[in-house]
């Protein structure tokens, strides 16, 4: 009954917003703002596949220094380059904010075993090889460019 209620008043609050013509829009604290409030790290993986009002928002919490953010916070960001099918670059104002630290792709058998465990622990060792040695005929086939 309680959720009903609940309803109905998040119900009448909206019909008033519709009757004013105010947008119905409200800002919800996310995770990049309450790890900059915590001290929290924290990973973004596929920065640039961001839309840029997110990109925005990472920004405006980068840029203030002073207010809400904590001296421990950290920010990591990977991407894969702008070549990738469905990239693109990311923006130079946020780039900018960054230290880039470019990290060249493994073609060492070893580590990419452990990859290759890591992402499949449950095959046997024959098929791991197997997968190894089939992703490194493919890479002499495909030209650098594409990858």
Known sequence: MRQWAAVLVRANRFTKTLMT????????????????????????DEINLASSECLDAIVQILDDVDKTRHADFRLFACMNPATDTGKRNLAMGVRARFTEIFVHETTDPEQLAIIIRTYLPSIDDQML???????????????????
Do not use: M
């Not at 090889?129 to 086939?141: A, D, P, Q, V």
């Open 21 to 44: 013509r105010a947008l119905p829009f409200a800002y919800v604290r996310g995770v990049v703002a309450e790890a900059a409030e915590k001290g929290d790290w924290l990973l973004i």
């Open 129 to 147: 090889h197997e997968i190894l040695n089939l992703f490194l005929k493919l890479c002499k086939l495909v030209p650098t460019q594409y990858r």
